[in-house]
């Protein structure tokens, strides 16, 4: 058998690109402020902004849509859901929210208060702010490993133990519980090893602690675990993620990303008391019990997704794509994160554009070329989104400046991955001719949303 890894699905709907050329594209970006979060998504040929929400759906996904049961109260749906999440997560409870930001909310303004510390792996962007919001710390403990971007190393998302160790040794008491991400979004898309997630669940027992679960990628990250960690290779993706997520004892799941949803999330769990507390929250935020914010047709989309992401063929094709496309980026030497991650490419823009400053951000320079060039949308996670200013105004920079391309689930192709790879290549060789950008306006927070810009 020949061993080519083609994308497992036939395309009976599709949706037209809409062509531009690079005078209309450059008109466009001003128009939108040399911010990519400000381009009408018509204006965008290859969209890599992120891989939340942007899946294409199955046909089963579909067909669930139609027979959605809209019933303010007990859609069958829900019931279906419910028996799909119980299996994979492990936990008799599940409880539905309009999207995985939700689930974080209604958990977090439940259990926090000023002064915890919650440490993780890496928190993503919106877990650390829904901590710091109740007024707790959203603490990362990633391995040095982790913190290199080149070195290849099979887990570089997983958390630091002995760190961990240390901070329950000086703090317990401000500790309400623990986190884990996988896979690690923040550390590159990285994934967390079976070993670790063990480790860290025996710490949390020796200081009875509970374990949660940020496990919007479960499914990504169980595939990496087959393919990398020892005795898991002979066992099923499905049965690898039943494992890992029953190490947790409440995993926050975003639907958009491994359930391939267009919208929705679940807060899943053993405890009948924090369960209750969370449904009364639930119906004053969110909604019902057996709906939490989405459509009947939402859920029934979410259960079959669900039945599909864990299909080896997909997953395996899924980490091929981002791994084929950091294959040939790192063979020219292009400074890209290594190894590839599950759903995205993060390139280093710092590296890339040596001859722009921090303060004129590289990352956005990268992003605004390879729209202007490609017509293709990546988004700056570095110096403008992750940037702060001191007291006196000066710039305070992240440690890494990156650019994030991420991959929609089931959307684009091998030719699709092949004329993005084409464009950041040629625009490497070319490096030396793109100068920086400063802000024309600064968005007091997330600045990479709504601050616009001009050039340096
Ligand atoms: C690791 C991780 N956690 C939480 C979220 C938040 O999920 P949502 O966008 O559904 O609110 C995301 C979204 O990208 C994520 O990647």
């Not at 899943?268 to 449904?279: F, G």
């Not at 990268?366 to 729209?371: K, P, S």
Request: hydrophobic content about 40%; overall charge neutral; proline content about 5%.
């Amino acid at each position: 058998m020949p061993d080519v890894v083609f994308e497992p699905f036939k395309i009976k709907s599709v949706e037209p690109i809409n062509f531009s050329t690079v005078e209309e594209r450059k008109a466009w970006l001003k128009e939108a402020g040399y911010n990519m979060f400000g381009l009408p998504a018509e204006r965008v040929m290859i969209d890599l902004l992120t891989d939340s929400g942007t899946s294409a759906m199955s046909h089963n996904q579909w067909a669930a849509l139609i027979s959605g049961d809209e019933s303010y109260a007990g859609s069958k749906d829900f019931y279906a859901l419910e028996r799909v999440a119980r299996e994979i997560f492990q936990k008799d409870i599940v409880i539905p929210v309009h999207q995985g930001r939700a689930g974080e909310h209604l958990v977090f303004s439940t259990l926090l208060k000023k002064g915890d510390i919650v440490p993780s792996n890496s928190h993503f962007d919106t877990t650390g702010a829904n901590i710091e919001d109740c007024g707790a710390e959203a603490l990362n403990l990633p391995t040095k490993e982790g913190l290199d971007p080149f070195l290849v190393h099979p887990f570089k998302g997983n958390m630091d133990t002995e760190a961990l160790k240390r901070l329950l040794k000086e703090k317990r008491e401000h500790v309400p519980f623990v986190m884990l991400t996988i896979t690690n979004n923040t550390g590159g898309g990285q994934p967390v090893s079976y070993r670790n997630i063990s480790e860290v669940r025996k710490i949390c027992d020796s200081y009875s602690l509970p374990l949660f679960i940020d496990g919007c990628r479960f499914a990504e990250n169980a595939y990496f675990i087959k393919l990398r960690e020892n005795g898991f290779n002979n066992l099923s993706a499905k049965v690898i993620a039943q494992k890992t997520l029953s190490l947790a004892d409440l995993v926050i799941f975003s639907a958009k990303k491994d359930a391939f949803a267009n919208i929705g999330g679940l807060v899943c769990l053993n405890d009948p008391e924090l369960a209750e507390r969370l449904k009364n929250r639930l119906v004053v935020t969110e909604g019902f019990a057996t709906y939490g914010g989405l459509a009947g047709r939402d859920l029934a989309a979410i259960a079959q997704g669900l039945l599909e992401i864990t299909d080896e063929h997909y997953l395996k094709y899924r980490l091929r794509t981002i791994e084929w496309m950091v294959e040939r980026l790192a063979a020219e030497d292009i400074p890209v994160l290594r190894p590839a991650g599950g759903h995205a490419l993060y390139i280093d823009a710092d590296s890339f554009f040596p001859n722009i400053p921090p303060e004129n951000f590289p990352g956005i320079a990268l992003v605004n070329e390879l729209y202007i060039r490609g017509g293709i949308r990546a988004v700056e996670l570095g110096n403008v989104a992750f940037g702060k200013r001191d007291k006196d105004g000066k710039h305070i920079f992240p440690r890494l400046d990156l650019v994030r391309l991420a991959m929609p689930r089931r959307v684009y192709t091998e030719a699709h991955a092949a004329y993005v790879v084409e464009h950041i290549k040629a625009l490497y060789r070319e490096r030396d001719k793109v100068s920086g950008w400063v802000f024309d306006k600064e968005a007091p927070v997330l600045r990479h949303f709504r601050s616009t810009f001009k050039p340096a």
